[in-house]
C-alpha cells in the first residue's frame, strides 16, 4: 500500500503492515492527522474508513478518481487485499467490524500509541475473519499475470501489448480487468506509471523533470504535468521540491 502515499505531508503518525495466510495478503494502514489527508488513486480496490468529529465515513480505494483533500482533524484505517481477492473482498460485515473498532479507538483518542493499538487490532479482526479468506481467489490467473506484466513495465505497457501477451481482444482484456479489480488496464497502468515516478523521486529528489519523464517514457512534458497533478495533486515540480525539504532536513 505504500503508493502515492495517503498524503505526503499532512500526515502526523502513519503505521503499516500487512496480514498474510495461504500465499496471499492484507495490507494495512493507520493514522491520524491534524490538518486533514490527502487521498490518491490506488490500482487495487479496498476500503479507507475516516474518522472524522466521532463518525465514521468510507471511501472505497477504486472509487477514488483523483487527488482528493479530507480537510481537518482525521483519523484513518486503510485495509487492501491483494490481486487475489478481487474488488469486491471487503464486503459489508468486515466493514461493519472494522467501523466499529475503529469507533471505539477514536472515542478513547488516537495519538501515536493510539495508532500502534489501531493497527493491531485492525490486523486481529483482518486475521480472524474466516469468510475473507474463505473466498476463493476470484481475479482470474489472467489478470494476475497481466497485472504482473504492468508492474514489470512500470505501467508503461500499453493496452495493445498486454492483449498480445493475453492472446485475446482488447475488449477481453479491459473486461476482465475491470470485473476483478474495478477499473480498466489503461487507467491501471495510469496509476502505476505515476506511483513508479513518485518512488523515483522519493529515492533521489535531486535530478531534472526530464530525467523522471525520460525514464517513465513520457514524451509529452504537459502530458505528464497535467496527469502528475490529476494523480497526486502536485505538479512534479512542487512534488520534487518538497521531497528536497524533506531529505534536507533529515
Not at 494523480?231 to 533529515?250: A, C, D, H, Q
Request: a positive charge; glycine letters at 8%.
Amino acid at each position: 500500500m505504500q503508493q502515492i502515499l495517503l498524503n505526503v505531508n499532512f500526515c502526523d503518525e502513519i503505521r503499516h503492515c500487512e496480514v498474510r495466510k495461504d500465499g496471499r495478503k492484507v495490507a494495512i494502514a493507520a493514522g491520524y492527522s491534524l490538518a486533514g489527508i490527502r487521498l490518491v488513486p490506488q490500482e487495487l480496490a479496498g476500503v479507507c474508513l475516516l474518522y472524522i468529529a466521532g463518525n465514521v465515513r468510507e471511501v472505497k480505494l477504486q472509487d477514488i478518481e483523483h487527488a482528493d483533500i479530507i480537510e481537518g482533524g482525521c483519523a484513518f484505517v486503510v485495509v487492501q487485499p491483494d490481486i487475489s481477492f478481487g474488488k469486491m473482498a471487503v464486503g459489508g460485515s468486515l466493514r461493519r467490524k472494522l467501523e466499529r473498532l475503529f469507533t471505539r479507538c477514536g472515542r478513547k483518542g488516537i495519538d501515536v500509541s493510539g495508532v500502534e493499538n489501531l493497527i493491531c487490532e485492525a490486523a486481529g479482526v483482518i486475521e480472524a475473519d474466516e469468510l475473507l479468506w474463505s473466498q476463493e481467489k476470484k481475479t482470474a490467473h489472467r489478470v494476475a499475470e497481466l497485472a504482473d506484466l504492468v508492474y514489470g513495465s512500470n505501467g508503461r505497457m500499453s493496452l495493445p501489448e498486454l492483449s498480445d501477451a493475453a492472446g485475446c481482444t482488447v475488449r477481453h482484456v479491459h473486461r476482465i480487468f475491470s470485473e476483478n479489480i474495478g477499473k480498466g488496464p489503461k487507467k491501471f497502468s495510469k496509476i502505476v506509471r505515476i506511483r513508479k515516478t513518485t518512488e523515483r523521486i522519493f529515492e533521489d529528489p535531486y535530478e531534472s523533470i526530464t530525467n523522471y519523464m525520460e525514464e517513465m517514457a513520457y514524451s509529452d512534458q504537459a502530458h505528464f504535468q497535467r496527469e502528475f497533478k490529476w494523480y497526486t495533486g502536485y505538479t512534479p515540480g512542487n512534488f520534487i521540491r518538497l521531497n528536497r525539504s524533506v531529505k534536507s532536513s533529515m
